[in-house]
Every structure is written in C-alpha cells, then in structure tokens.
C-alpha cells in the first residue's frame, strides 16, 4: 500500500491509492540433489497477499509443492547414461491476478558407493581424481569411508553421468585406519574405478588392475571375471561372512600385495610411484617366458620391490624380499581373516617390520641380524605374547611355521595327514589314511587279500589262498 499526494487546481487534497505490487518467488535457479531425494528446495513467495504456485513446463508432471516445498513425487532416481536433468517453470499468482514465474533446473546427482579394503579402511578419504594426478583437489569430490570401509559419495562435478557402467575417471583412496590390526596407513594410496550401478570396490588388486593391463594381470593372478566384476565383487564380504574359498584366496592376495606396497614406501618411495611401478612389474611377469605370480616366493616379492624403490642394494632388497615372502607365506595359512592371529600379524608387519626394513636399507642392522630377526619363527615368537597359535605336537613351534606339526617324521609338504601323527599316507585318495584303510589302492581287493596293496593296477585275480598266492602271481 502507497500513500501517494495528488495536486488538484491550486490546492491540494491528501488521499490512499491502493496499489499492488506482483508476487516474487525466491528460490533457486539451478538445484542438485542427491538420487533417492524427494524434497527438492523450499519454496517462499513475497506477496502482500496469498498467491497461488503451481508447476509448468517439460517436466512438470514429476514434481508437486508440499509444505511449502518443492519435492519429486517419487523419489528421484538417477539414470545411468540417460535423462537427470530436469526444467519446471513455478508460476506464482496472487488474488488481482497479477503473476510471477521463475525456471528452475534441477539435476539428480549419481551416489557413487563402495567399499575400502586391505582389511576394511575406516576414515580413508575417497575422491574422483577429475585430473588424474592422485593428489585430491578442493573441487573434486570427496568422501570419508566409515567404520566398515564403505563410503557414500555424490557425483557433484557430474563426471560419470554419461556413462551406464563402470566410470573412467579414477576413484583414489588416501590413508585410513586398518579396522582390524587398528594400526592408521597414512601414506595408504589405492585406486579403483567407481560405478554408476553398484558399488565398486577398492583394493590393492584393483589398484594394480586399474593402473596396468587388466586383462594381462588378471589373467596372471587367475581372477575368472571381468574387471567391472571384480571390481563390484565384495570379497572380504565373501571371505569373512561367506567363507567362500575364491575369496579367502583373493584376500589373501589383498594383504600379501599390501604389505609389499607398504614396506616400498617405507624404504622412501613414494606411494604414487610405487603402486605405479608394481603394477608395471606384475604385467612385465605376465609377459615374460615363465609367467607365475606367488607372493610367498622371495624371488617374485624382491623383483617387486627392486622395481618399486629402486636405490637399494640388491642384497638388502634379496633379504627383505626374502622376509616378505615368509610373512606372506603365514598370511596364506590364516584363513580367518578377523582372528586375533590375523590381527597380531598384521600389526607387527605394519609397524615392527616395516620399520626393521628401514633400518636394514639405512644401515643400521646388518643383512644377517635382519634376516635373523624376522625370520617367520622369529616373527612369530614377537607376536605370540598373549596370542595362542595352534601347536599339534607341543613342540612349542606353531604349526604356521613348524615343517612338521604333527612330530610324525614326515614333513608336512609330503604328509597327506600333517595333522594325524598316526596318518601320513593315503594311496587311493579316500580320505582315510593307509594305516586305518582296509583297501590302500581302492582296487575292490581288501589288504589281507591283495598281493599289492598299493598298486591297482596289478591283476585282480591274485588271491592269498591256503597260505599261498594263488598260481597266476605277478612276475
């Protein structure tokens, strides 16, 4: 309302023109919002009187004003490769009829979903390397995974929007707290691949998969699935609640890698060169005339390590991939992954053992005292205060690194019982040991009555009979 003088003549005369001005709606122009959002913005309308909004445009149909607000009347989804942009016009009329209306666009954000695991990582930062340089900048997105390792993380810069399947630009993953030996990796770096249809997984392996030839590598280690597969696979999922074989072997391969890369930049390198230069290591074995990928074999860690930090002798690097090897070695016979043993383990190998490969590439031990120290019964003598590991002969030398645990004289690589001090044998694959098996070969022909027991090849029709072999024995 505005008071207004009005001249009449030669004098004047005061009155109220009555005057209204149109309605103005305040909200704003461009709007993200997560996928699985409903309400969208508020909506405020500045009018002296009560004006009414109501929703035009292309997409109109897929949009209400509740409360005040502007919301989806479903809740939004995002379309991998297709339509998540949206434009609505909000016209506002007031009771004299006068109008007001504003375009508002508004865009579905991708909720980009994974997982960080060596063993789970919590509060490792997650981002999109938008320019590739694994260094995380204020513009990229961003995220912190929780407790478990899993991170949630909208697509603000929109960079995977058009595509339907695995995103080209690189997910990074910084530092994190190891849930289960507690210990924090600050100088951590892996790298993955996000998806826009699920939730991708970063690993050690997927680092080396992501930064190399993945079919080559892949093909290497004997993983039997596409990389977007793998990628989308929880395998510590898998090997923890599970129990599934497959991925107790690939985490395994998970923690064995891990501390391989761990160790090469605790001799100095640094992360970026060191995940860059493994990955090229694993392809060159893949290429070369005896292609075999085993972590437990000295000769394979140290040839990783050599090309990760390069600059150390190759003694020291021998006897630290030596050391390494014997570790990983352990790591492969624990198949518990959350267990005390596990979590002691890897503890040490984060923390003693890293530092111990230090002081070995400074100077300061000698390549014997190293290797004497942590040697696997060495380590695992560090380790066991408080810690029981299984002991089947009481030998007082657990059987992850006693070569024969059950003291029966066999060596466990050729006890098919390395457990049963009665049992060492078992011919015909049974499952029950020569000395209890009735039928050592599985012929069809008891012990008693086979004059081989061990051989089914031998002729059926030799029979002990009246104290003798019968007429037809072998000759």
Known sequence: MVLLTITVGCGSKEGVIVTNDPPRIVIAEQINIEEGSVVVAPIQVVDEGSATVIIQGADAALF????????????????????????????????????????????????????????????????????????????????????????????????????????????????????????????????????????????????????????????????????????????????????????????????????????????????????????????????????????????????????????????????????????????????DLESVQVASLTLDAQTTLKDEALLLAQGAVTLDQFVDRNSPTQLIARISNGVEFDDTDLDSVPNLVDTDDDNDGVLDVADAFPLNALESLDTDGDGTGDNADTDDDGDGIEDVNDAFPIDDQKPENLFWSEGVWNEDVWL
Not at 131 to 159: C, H, K, W
Not at 170 to 185: F, N, Q
Not at 296 to 318: C, E, R
């Open 64 to 335: 209400g004003i509740v409360d005040d607000a502007l919301v989806f009347i479903e809740p939004s989804v995002f379309i991998p490769g297709g339509q998540n942009s949206y434009s609505i016009v909000l016209v506002a009329t007031d009771p004299e009829g006068e109008t007001a209306e504003v375009g508002v666009s508004v865009s579905v954000l991708n909720l980009l979903q994974g997982r960080v695991v060596d063993a789970p990582l919590s509060e490792a930062i997650v981002f999109l390397d938008l320019n590739n340089n694994m260094i995380r900048d204020e513009s990229e997105p961003s995220a912190l995974s929780d407790a478990q390792g899993y991170f949630v993380m909208p697509d603000t810069a929109q960079a995977c929007d058009a595509f339907s399947g695995l995103c080209d630009v690189r997910l990074v993953v910084v530092g994190g707290t190891d849930v289960v030996s507690g210990v924090t990796l600050s100088d951590s770096l892996l790298v993955g691949l996000p998806s826009v249809v699920g939730s991708s997984n970063v690993t050690p392996l997927s680092t080396i998969l992501s930064l190399g030839n993945d079919i080559t590598i892949a093909s290497l280690i004997g993983i039997n699935q596409t990389f977007e597969e793998f990628l989308l696979t929880d395998y510590w999922q898998g090997a923890t609640v599970n129990r599934e074989a497959e991925s107790v072997r690939i985490q395994h391969i998970n923690a064995q890698l891990a501390l391989v890369i761990q160790t090469a930049v605790a001799l100095g390198a640094m992360p970026k060169d060191v995940i860059t230069r493994i990955s090229q290591a694993i392809e060159n074995i893949a290429s070369s005339d005896s292609p075999v990928f085993d972590l437990t074999n000295s000769a394979t860690v140290t040839t990783l390590l050599s090309a990760s930090a390069p600059g150390q002798p190759s003694a020291s690097a021998g006897a630290i991939g030596a050391v390494i090897a014997g570790v990983n070695a352990i790591i492969a016979d624990l198949d």
